[in-house]
């Protein structure tokens, strides 16, 4: 099945920055700082939906706080239908927050326990001055129905759904100023995987119905690939590769991408892998002091291949093995390469590896 077409692109990142210092001592002096987000670009077309994966840290949360100015960007540029946003005030913010939504990873924390379904499903519209009290009733609950829920939802109380019920209220609250882009930040890490099925297959339909825009945020790459049209791989607040998720999948071209896919469990236990899973022996650097040249190289089995191989000046790198001596020291861009359409990868002895 093909990917759906990319359109013109309704949210564009480039070189985007988020440094935190990180304090010490009593006098709570800089010790460091720890660089969540390092460059990182991308955009999405209207209509579509870029996943976004990597491990726990690797900033992808952190990203999507930027895009939607809940946290302030060190440097780097933002831009919802080619207006930059980053420099917006308070007031034109507000006012671009009715284009931009987002849906929480956790549903038990994301929803106030002492507000009725209705009040928090109709918060952002009172909020932005445009809820009106007997119509905005029968709309809320057209809402809930939609999501899934019943019209008699409305007056009960977040304990007393499951965890993917309130999911669904969390996207109905996302739904109700009828946003082009809605970020979804890990919306079913926390739910049963009959459950995820569910909220994914509900996420799809709104897309359809509503003609919605995803910047859908996750570590299952199993879920990524069911409702992605394209996915960027992160790791250490830099994104390592990026392609159509069919590409992505077929032809891995980053070490990291290669590790992640090896380790999704296979639909048919019973069927042999086309290879074993790769594990990367080491744990990420500290992310106060990310290694010069590649970040990913400590970890990289790849740059130790190709040391053994002879064939590249090689040196100890930072995980303490040979590497080449480029991986040690040169960070890499990402670039095509004549990989195919819209692949890019930053790996400077980047090879197709099939994974299972």
Not at 18 to 34: D, S, Y
Not at 285 to 303: M, T, V, Y
Not at 319 to 328: E, F, I, N
Request: proline share 7%.
């Amino acid at each position: 099945m093909n990917s759906k077409p990319h359109g013109a692109p309704l949210l564009e990142v480039e070189r985007l920055v988020k440094h935190f210092p990180v304090g010490q001592g009593l006098l709570n002096r800089t010790a460091g700082t720890v660089r969540a987000v390092d460059g990182v670009s991308f955009a999405i077309g209207r209509g579509e939906t870029l996943g976004l994966v990597g491990e726990s840290g690797c900033g992808k949360s952190t990203t999507a706080r930027l895009v939607l100015r809940l946290i302030e960007p060190t440097s780097g540029s933002i831009r919802f239908e080619g207006r930059e946003i980053t420099k917006l005030g308070r007031k034109e913010l507000r006012k671009l927050r009715r284009e931009m939504q987002i849906v929480f990873q956790d549903p038990y924390d994301s929803l106030n326990p002492r507000m009725t379904v209705r009040r928090i499903v109709a918060e952002p519209l009172v909020a932005h001055g445009v809820y009106e009290r007997d119509a905005g009733r029968i709309f809320v609950e057209e809402l809930l129905q939609r999501v899934g829920l019943n019209a008699e939802h409305a007056d009960r109380y977040p304990h007393q759904f499951s965890g993917g019920q309130r999911q669904r209220i969390g996207v109905a609250r996302a739904l109700a100023l009828r946003p082009r882009l809605i970020v979804c930040d890990e919306p079913v890490s926390t739910l049963d995987v009959s459950i995820q099925a569910q909220i994914i297959n509900l996420l799809e339909d709104l897309q359809e119905e509503f003609d919605l825009t995803y910047l859908f945020i996750a570590h299952d790459l199993a879920v990524v690939r069911h409702i992605s049209d394209r996915i960027a791989v992160m790791y250490l607040g830099a994104i390592v590769e990026v392609a159509d998720k069919l590409e992505l999948y077929k032809n891995p071209l980053h070490p990291y991408t290669q590790a992640l896919l090896s380790a999704v469990p296979a639909p048919d236990p019973a069927r042999k892998p086309q290879s074993e899973r790769i594990i990367l022996r080491r744990d990420p650097p500290n992310p106060l002091e990310l290694p010069k040249g590649c970040r990913f190289h400590p970890r990289c089995f790849r740059a130790e291949e190709v040391a053994a191989a002879g064939n590249e000046e090689s040196v100890v790198g930072g995980g303490g093995h040979l590497v080449p001596r480029r991986c040690a020291e040169e960070e890499p861009a990402l670039d095509a390469r004549g990989w195919g359409p819209g692949h890019e990868t930053a790996c400077h002895f980047a090879e197709v590896r099939t994974v299972p």
